[in-house]
């Protein structure tokens, strides 16, 4: 892969992890998965940036933490570098 996009998708992925990260607050993992039906792997692997979840999975954090999907994506856009793009403009 080439190393500026899987730089790109490092830094979503890390902007990701802390979004949730901050929402999730101090809410045990176990009791946050649980409750909203997301699976504990797939969230810890999120957290700690190691991988990005599948959209529905987004949707569900989203839910979880109250909110649409689109807002909690702009949160996660507004911790990327000013001038991000994914595709070289």
């Known amino acids: 892969m080439n190393s500026k996009i899987a730089n790109k ?3 979503i992925r890390n902007a990701l992890a802390e979004t949730i990260k901050e929402h999730r607050g101090e809410q045990s993992m176990f009791k946050f998965c ?4 997301i699976s504990l792997s797939v969230l810890s692997e999120a957290e700690r940036g190691k991988k990005d979840p599948q ?3 987004v949707f569900k954090i989203a839910e979880a933490f ?3 999907a ?3 994506v702009n949160e996660i ?3 990327l ?3 991000f ?3 070289e403009k």
């Open 9 to 11: 998708k490092k830094l």
């Open 34 to 37: 649980s409750e909203n039906d």
């Open 55 to 57: 959209l529905t999975t």
């Open 66 to 68: 109250s909110m649409k």
């Open 70 to 72: 689109g807002d909690f």
């Open 77 to 79: 856009a507004a911790k």
């Open 81 to 83: 570098p000013k001038d």
């Open 85 to 87: 793009y994914m595709i």
